[in-house]
């Protein structure tokens, strides 16, 4: 387990890759529906992603995102988790890590990650940009155009501040994941 300085109240994600053993991948999918449903009664849980394994493998990445460390230890320490823990332990073959990532680090594949390198970063540059690029360019129309008489008045620092919320937040929840998962093979070589 990874543990690095931040506050309680920062956001975190737990990234956990565990191996599954062949022929189980369907009981673990059925599991990983229900840590789904089990998460989102969690106070503070903010999202849940899952890296599958590419063909022939069979390494699978849970990440749950809560708004802070209090949160995600409220779900580490939940008789919930114990009890889909320990349905889920059959079916493992190898818990390869299991890491708490303050921030937007669970984007990439950490460094310390034993089983997976992380991309180079100037990879990570060009993904972050072209998918960046796009989300900036709608907020900026939707904030400067579309929304500009109610918000027209606001001054400049004011006018920044939900634009920005909505380019973290759909950057974080919804953009990151899919291209990161899309583009996987390309960051890999």
Do not use: C
Not at 179 to 189: I, M, S, Y
């Amino acid at each position: 387990m990874q543990f690095q300085a931040h506050s309680p109240a920062d956001p975190i994600s737990l990234v956990i890759r565990r191996r599954i053993r062949p022929g189980r991948e369907a009981e673990y999918e059925a599991l990983l529906a229900e840590a789904n449903t089990l998460l989102a009664g969690i106070p503070g849980h903010r999202g849940t992603g899952v890296i599958r394994p590419a063909p022939g493998e069979h390494d699978y990445t849970l990440v749950a995102r809560f708004d802070s460390l209090t949160s995600a230890a409220a779900w580490e320490l939940s008789p919930e988790r114990a009890a889909w823990l320990s349905r889920v332990t059959p079916l493992v073959d190898e818990q390869l890590s299991f890491e708490k990532q303050p921030g937007l680090d669970f984007w990439f594949t950490p460094p310390a990650a034993p089983s997976l390198r992380q991309p180079p970063r100037w990879k990570m540059a060009l993904l972050t940009l072209a998918a960046l690029y796009p989300v900036s360019l709608g907020t900026g129309w939707l904030f400067g155009t579309a929304l500009s008489p109610w918000l027209g008045h606001w001054p400049m620092p004011l006018r920044a501040l939900p634009q920005m919320v909505v380019v973290v937040v759909s950057m974080t929840y919804l953009v990151m994941p899919a291209v990161t998962r899309w583009a996987a093979g390309w960051l890999r070589r």
